[in-house]
């Protein structure tokens, strides 16, 4: 029978029930009494023992283990926690001819987010700029300007991000992501190069959530391994950068076999909108009803490997409006069938467009 931990009134009860029973008299009948309070605290202490007792519990089992424990159990099976990346790129540099920018230069977002410079830069080039601070917030789109702190001498105030933005940033692996890869790590040991190999090598890469293999045949005899991969915690979209794929794709080389012909990719993106005429069409409602769609892609949405995979059912997607809180009545216009995603494609969750 599994031990159950007793609650603090019940650790109340008891602890007044031992002090009371060995006194005498009708001090124990007060209802202030002082030998009440001690019970009451004797109480308390035990019951936060009983609570670290239950969470050092959980710490002596790997699926359960937290924080430092988890790390402690990953590094046995020579897993390692994912640190902080910084984020880093490339921003056009405008002013007076001949000028340079100095290695060094702070830069900064608009938000507040500082960039250094990690070479010199002339004007009417690209200078390569890294963010200060580790972490996916760091990174930014094509297009960002980014502000000198302090003016340099014939050099314009506002550097443009280049066309590959500045990417690369992570955060610190949580809890949940390494305990997944420890599982698998576990559950699915090494086999010198299979289709799981690949997909834990991939989510081995800093900021890579989720991976997936498949095998092409191009010609008899001839197969081509590619490694899918996505960036669930990017602000924007979960679809890697090319940036973002040379980096996950360089991580890959360095561990897959020798003999091995690896493709690494992101899926190409299918956006899919619902058309939805919803009753009623609060704003509660439909912000529900948008959660429940951008959960059913998530928890569904994969590549077309070659296979069928990463089919968004239709009757998935009415059930996901119809669990919605609130919702009373819904009519889906739009899609009128199964979502297919064609080879290499991944279904992403468009806003969903109300239909009056």
């Known amino acids: 029978m599994p031990f159950e931990r007793p609650s603090l009134t019940t650790l109340i009860s008891r602890a007044e029930a031992d002090v009371f029973g060995r006194i005498e008299g009708g001090a124990k009948t ?26 050092i519990f959980k710490q002596l089992f790997a699926d359960t283990a937290e924080g430092a424990y988890l790390e402690r159990w990953a590094s046995i099976w020579g897993i390692r926690r994912k640190a902080a990346t910084f984020a880093a790129g490339g ?4 002013g007076s001819p001949g000028r340079t920018l100095p290695l060094g ?10 960039y250094v410079t990690t070479a010199e830069g002339e004007t ?9 601070v580790a972490g996916a917030d760091g990174n ?28 690369g940033g992570a955060d610190k692996e949580l809890d949940e992501s390494l305990l997944s ?3 698998e790590r576990i559950q699915r040991p090494p086999h010198g190069g299979s289709k799981a190999d690949y997909a834990r090598w991939a989510k081995e890469v800093p ?49 897959r076999p020798v003999t091995a012909e690896v493709v690494t990719t992101g899926p190409a993106p299918l956006v899919i909108a619902p058309q939805i005429r919803l009753t009623p069409a609060s704003a509660a409602v ?12 998530l928890r569904e949405a994969e590549p077309n490997r070659g296979g069928g995979e990463g089919r968004i059912l239709l009757s998935h997607i009415r059930e996901a409006i119809s669990v919605a809180a609130g919702e009373e009545d819904h009519e889906l216009v739009f899609p009128v069938d199964t979502v297919e995603p064609s080879l290499g494609q991944m279904v992403v969750a468009g806003d969903p467009v109300w239909v009056e």
């Open 91 to 94: 921003a056009a540099l405008a």
């Open 124 to 132: 009417g080039a690209t200078v390569p700029v890294e963010a200060i």
């Open 207 to 255: 900021g890579v959530t989720r991976a997936w293999v498949a095998t092409v045949e191009d010609e008899p005899g001839h197969i081509r391994v590619v490694v899918y991969f996505v960036m669930d915690g990017k602000a924007d979209t979960f679809i890697p950068t090319e940036a973002e794929t040379a980096i996950a794709a360089a991580y890959i080389d360095t561990v």
């Open 30 to 55: 007060l209802r202030r009494a002082v030998l009440r309070v001690l019970a009451r605290v004797l109480a308390a202490l035990v019951h936060g023992l009983y609570g670290f007792l239950a969470w």
């Open 105 to 114: 230069t702070v830069l900064q977002r608009a938000d507040g987010r500082q």
């Open 181 to 183: 890869r420890l599982l």
């Open 286 to 297: 439909k912000a529900a009803v948008t959660a429940e769609w951008r959960d059913l892609i």
């Open 140 to 167: 930014c789109d094509t297009g960002t300007i980014l502000s000198l702190v302090s003016p340099v001498a014939g050099i314009e105030a506002d550097l443009v991000v280049d066309a590959e933005g500045v990417v």
